[in-house]
């Protein structure tokens, strides 16, 4: 724990500045900038938020509605295994 390999560190680095350089370029090729490809995430991220906000505030009137009748028999049923075990 205490060895620390400075070759296998550096060469690390200069392999991931290499392929920092070629995905820039790439990207550069494409006409992405860093700035557009970060409005980019922070928008479909936004927009992610806001499908998972709508799908919640959808559901959570149906989820409620049942629950007005599904609760009330599951409580009911779990009151009849409990008198059953009491008889045995």
């Known amino acids: ?7 296998r560190i550096l060469g690390t680095g200069i392999k991931l500045l290499l392929v920092c350089l070629l995905v820039g370029w790439v990207l550069s090729v ?13 928008q479909s991220l936004r927009h992610a938020g806001e499908l998972a906000a709508d799908a ?8 409620l509605l049942g ?5 009330p028999f599951y409580i ?13």
């Open 76 to 88: 009911i049923k779990l009151g009849l295994d409990m008198l059953k075990r009491r008889k045995r």
């Open 30 to 42: 494409i006409e992405v900038d860093a700035l557009g490809f970060i409005r980019f995430l922070s």
């Open 67 to 71: 629950a007005v009748i599904v609760v």
């Open 56 to 63: 919640v505030r959808w559901g959570v009137p149906y989820i």
């Open 1 to 7: 724990m205490g060895n620390i390999d400075i070759r």
